[in-house]
């Protein structure tokens, strides 16, 4: 196919550039006839996505079968009130698949342990099945269109491209192992880094089992935030692994800001409609820690956190665990307590601060007790008392001094980037 690539930094990519692009990429398949899209679910809520899947719709539903498959990964299936607010009037119910992980896949192959210990250093020599929902494989679809937001992410260091289909719409070992090579390898080494460990299992299993062999094109979205408006700056459309590196570049500039020294207290808001576990709000540990001084605190605004993972068996799992540190999960994890469940050893590892500085969770009582949080290694507060002096209305993105002198540095929507500091 004829790649399709968009770069407007400065004023974002208008309405009729994005639907002379899609315009574009469609002439191009004549005669797709069963159209599979695969958008993000709702946690990618600012990623232009839902948008780009409403316009994918209407443009082929005339002409062809559509259906809509979430890259659900490991996450609750989307709500209808999310389902509306991400797809609007314009995809029926009826034409939504949900992406089961544990039962819905098909083996496509492996990546053999020798490349999982080379790339890992020999830290994780294992090898990992390539597992996909089998609809992609066995669906007799004419076309697939994976539809994502390349981002900084915690496991694979910029999120999207075969993320979205080993992981978004992957099984258990694939999910499980690739998830542990990178909590294992370190996630502040892969935080923001095109090439990093994970990402080179999934190009792995791309060049392998997915070249050349489904018929699926991406379409990856560079983004930013502004007040409560959303700005589409990259919008990058092929089959090869060339649009993922020109959309992680404008990434990079747009979506990692640099601080210039680290905040005693950085306080970040995670959007109670957006993240409901502490399994996904947990981005606001990832993407801020590297600008939390040693020693300081990192307050969690959580006014919608009611679970900490998004299904019954994780929510399970870091009950039992904890928050607890990468040596003291790792132990649990040689003594075999993981077994079949590594994304929990991982997500848990990745969610400690080590000891280097603390982690408060402001909940909601109702949702998620004081007795909850603490169990798990982390401190609360009441989220309804002490938003009344860490206000998100009212603080703004960066340095604040409050009133009485404390300075702080906030993050209003943890999701869309990360923040650092060069040392």
Known sequence: MKELYLTEEERGISTGQLEEMLNQLLAQYPEARKVLIIPPDYTRCYSYTGVITQMLYRKLADTAIVHVMPALGTHMPMSDDELHKFFGDVVPKEAILVHHWQTDTVRLGYVPADVCSEISGGLFPEQIDVEVNHLLADGGYDLILSVGQVVPHEVVGMANYSKNIFVGTGGREMINKSHMLSAICGMEKALGVVDSPARKVYDYAQRHYIDGKLPLVYLQTVTTRKEDDVILHGLYIGSSRK???????????????????????????????????????????????????????????????????????????????????????????????????????????????????????????????????????????DYNEISKRY??????EGWNILPDGEEIYYVGTPALGLWMVDD
Not at 363 to 369: D, M
Not at 391 to 396: G, Q
Request: glycine share 8%; charged share 30%.
């Open 243 to 381: 649009p993922f590196e020109m959309a992680a570049r404008l990434s990079q500039k747009l979506n990692i800001c640099h601080v210039e020294r680290r905040a005693k207290k950085l306080v970040t808001y995670l959007d109670p409609e957006e993240l409901k576990t502490t399994w996904v709000g947990n981005k606001g540990v990832y993407r801020t820690r590297m600008a939390v001084a040693d020693g300081g605190e990192l307050l969690i605004l959580a006014p919608g956190v009611r679970a900490f993972g998004e299904n019954e068996e994780m929510d399970r799992m870091t009950r039992k665990y904890g928050y607890t540190g990468t040596e003291h999960i790792l132990e649990l994890y040689r003594q075999g307590a993981f077994e079949g469940r590594l994304m929990s050893a991982a997500h848990l590892m990745q969610g400690s601060s080590e000891g280097r500085f603390t982690i408060t969770y402001a909940t909601k009582p109702e949702n998620l007790s004081r007795e909850e949080i603490e169990s798990v290694g982390y401190q609360w507060a």
């Open 391 to 396: 206000d998100p209305n009212t603080l703004k």
